[in-house]
């Protein structure tokens, strides 16, 4: 229950800005669509996925910086650590999933996986594998 000074600062602030009392009551709820879960993801309609499947939501690449070794730092200082760090750049893949239930969950490979937006996958060995 709405403490009752709360409720009137509402009613107040509400009915100073033109808005009904109604409404600023209910500004501190969210809807119903806003708390469901995904019913269709990249044009897959959830529940036609079977229970251990999920669909691509999305796939992207970035670039990342290598990590410094201690030769980097004694040869240069941090100017050496910078550049090595620049030199061992390598570009990894992220492809996040939704599953049947609307829950996501990110992976990241080393070399691309070949998957798009809207793909139905399995997750095998900790990566997501293509049905």
């Given at each position: 229950?709405m403490?009752?000074l709360?409720?009137t600062?509402i009613?107040v602030?509400a009915?100073?800005?033109g808005?009904?009392?109604?409404a600023a009551?209910?500004?501190a709820?969210p809807?119903?669509?806003?708390?469901?879960a995904?019913t269709?993801?990249?044009?897959?309609?959830?529940?036609?996925?079977?229970?251990d499947?999920?669909?691509?939501?999305?796939?992207?690449?970035?670039?990342?910086?290598?990590?410094a070794?201690?030769?980097g730092?004694v040869?240069?200082?941090?100017a050496?650590?910078?550049?090595?760090k620049?030199?061992k750049?390598?570009?990894?893949w992220?492809?996040?999933?939704?599953?049947?239930?609307?829950?996501?969950?990110t992976?990241?490979?080393?070399?691309?996986?070949?998957l798009?937006?809207?793909?139905?996958?399995?997750?095998?060995?900790?990566?997501?594998?293509r049905q």
């Amino acid at each position: 229950m709405m403490n009752p000074l709360a409720l009137t600062l509402i009613l107040v602030t509400a009915s100073a800005i033109g808005a009904s009392p109604a409404a600023a009551a209910d500004t501190a709820t969210p809807s119903r669509a806003e708390s469901a879960a995904p019913t269709v993801v990249s044009g897959v309609k959830l529940s036609t996925l079977c229970s251990d499947c999920a669909v691509v939501s999305a796939q992207r690449s970035e670039t990342r910086e290598g990590e410094a070794s201690a030769v980097g730092t004694v040869g240069g200082g941090v100017a050496g650590r910078e550049i090595e760090k620049t030199v061992k750049k390598h570009e990894v893949w992220i492809t996040t999933v939704t599953f049947k239930d609307g829950t996501t969950k990110t992976f990241e490979a080393a070399s691309n996986p070949g998957l798009r937006a809207g793909d139905i996958v399995r997750i095998e060995n900790g990566a997501p594998v293509r049905q």
